[in-house]
């Protein structure tokens, strides 16, 4: 791992150029980029983006699945000083226009088509004022990186001496702890130190092929993806998404060694293990999440896959990297919790009040330390209520905390829900579906799905005089928010449960 650690995200990208220049960095559809060809072309894109204007305290924003384009333009807006803003892919022209305009996104880095979406066209009825420019990273980025004065602009190299640790690296959006989209803000200081302790907690290595299929607008993708890759030397083999078949040709073709993923990924290897043998010799290390993992899936996972420096961590957007496992840990430790507090990091259960409860007890897991985000964009009532006055990042999430001070996660506080690994904020759910001119009022839970883990049901009350099908209210969901989003059920009801101050009572249609 580079030592000491850079300053920040392209000062990694840099030092890794300079100190491994002709190992292999990205490999992606058989085709290889070594580092020193990474951050050539990340420094021609900052000199493009510079030729626009664009630079310190900018937002450029990245809608696209995971390619080694992503990668790049990622690096160019860091190295000018801009933060970088990602973008869910299934997100819908409404809900990636108020996250553009809500950054002031100056440009737009996306794809042509993706999973038969043109994301393009997705934002034509969209009102962006301050986007100067959308570039295609398929079809267009050979021409954006040849508009600059190309890698060797001296002006990249003025840039990058103005970037710091305190410079905001990235926003990336999450509901928090309440229904609205929140932009959490990063900076470099906060981002690499938590990436270097999850590097020791795996052991990735240089030269360790790492197959990355979670998503790089996500915080697991991007930072303990990547940027993981740049600080251990470790090369990227980046998926658009997850495919178990294409999966397995990656991990034979390409030697791959590390791999992470929810414990759903690696359920599916496991049953096309049964189907029809395949070559799972290199695989050595990877990670699942929070979710309690039974211990026979460990096991399996280590005895049948191979991947032996398996372990469990838990972060959140807000806070890359809470608690891990160590290697070495036993496999009902590893099953059973998410970890102690890495290094860097205080974690504590707490009551109402913000106390620590005694060893055992259930309450809220706290987090401060050197990981948790400098607040939420524009929003200091929202950032006072997630962080409070002590620095502990409220993380809504329920747990205990064992004498040796390994967590389990036992509820959460929020309504979210998680449906295929995606965290659904009813909230947010509730005010997309409170725009159809037939609702009068609505209330989203999660309902238990045997193959999604949990899935929307809306309760809805409609207008006086209007009419809805179920169906239709499907296929409106579908073309206004993300897949991952839409209630997979409505239910028509004449008036939702409240209490006396007029909140609805979600316990009681959760039933």
């Not at 390619?67 to 409404?94: F, P, Q």
């Not at 200091?380 to 962080?387: D, K, L, S």
């Not at 009419?467 to 997979?488: C, F, H, Q």
Request: glycine share 10%; with cysteine.
């Amino acid at each position: 791992m580079l030592s000491p650690l850079p300053a920040t995200i392209p000062h990694a990208a840099e030092a890794a150029a300079r100190t491994w220049p002709d190992a292999p960095a990205v490999i992606e559809g058989g085709e290889t980029w070594t580092f020193a060809q990474l951050w050539e072309q990340s420094r021609a894109g900052a000199s493009a983006l510079l030729a626009r204007g664009i630079g310190s305290g900018d937002r450029v924003a990245v809608w696209a699945p995971n390619c080694r384009e992503w990668i790049v333009a990622a690096l160019a807006a860091m190295s000018v000083g801009a933060a970088v803003v990602t973008l869910n892919t299934r997100l819908k022209g409404r809900e990636a226009g108020d996250i553009l305009r809500r950054t002031h996104a100056k440009l737009l880095f996306t794809v042509t088509g993706f999973l038969g979406i043109d994301y393009r066209a997705l934002l034509a009825d969209e009102d962006l004022p301050d986007l100067r420019e959308t570039v295609m990273l398929d079809t267009q980025f050979a021409a954006f990186l040849a508009s600059g004065q190309g890698a060797a602009d001296l002006a990249v190299d003025a840039a990058l001496a103005g970037i710091d640790a305190d410079t905001i690296s990235d926003i990336l959006f999450t509901s928090g702890t309440t229904g609205s989209p929140k932009g959490v803000l990063m900076t470099h200081g906060r981002v690499l130190p938590q990436c270097a302790v999850w590097i020791g907690n795996t052991g990735l290595a240089f030269g360790e092929r790492y197959l990355i299929a979670n998503p790089f607008f996500h915080s697991f993708g991007m930072k303990v993806g990547w940027v993981a890759c740049l600080l251990s030397g470790a090369v990227a083999v980046p998926m658009a998404q997850f495919d178990v078949r294409q999966a397995i040709d990656l991990i034979e073709r390409e030697k791959i060694n590390f791999f992470p993923g929810p414990p759903t990924v690696f359920q599916m290897l496991l049953t096309e293990l049964e189907k029809a043998p395949f070559d799972t010799s290199s695989l050595r290390g990877g990670t699942t999440g929070a979710a309690t993992v039974p211990p026979v899936l460990v096991e399996r996972i280590r005895s049948e896959l191979g991947i032996r420096d398996i372990i469990t961590a838990y972060g959140m957007t807000e806070c890359v990297n809470i608690t891990g496992c160590r290697p070495g840990d036993p496999v009902e430790l590893i099953a059973q919790t998410c970890g102690a507090a890495i290094p860097g990091n205080e974690v504590i259960i707490a009551d109402a009040e913000g106390r620590e409860v005694p060893r055992g007890e259930a309450g809220e897991i706290l987090v401060r330390g050197q990981g948790v985000m400098l607040g939420y964009l524009d929003d200091p009532e929202a950032t006072a209520e997630a962080i409070d006055a002590d620095g502990w990042l409220h993380t809504g999430d329920v747990g205990t905390m064992d004498e040796a001070g390994y967590v389990r996660i036992t509820d959460r506080m929020k309504d979210l829900y998680i449906s295929g690994g995606f965290n659904v904020y009813p909230a947010e759910v509730e005010k997309l579906l409170a725009v159809h001119p037939a609702i009068a009022m609505v209330a989203v839970v999660g309902v238990p799905d045997e193959r999604m883990g949990e899935v929307g049901k809306a309760y809805v009350v409609l207008r006086p005089g209007a009419a809805a099908t179920e169906a239709e209210l499907i296929g409106w969901s579908r073309e206004n928010m993300a897949n991952y989003k839409v209630p997979r059920s409505f239910a028509f009801v004449e008036d939702l449960p409240r209490n006396a101050s007029g909140k609805v009572l979600k316990t009681e249609l959760r039933g």
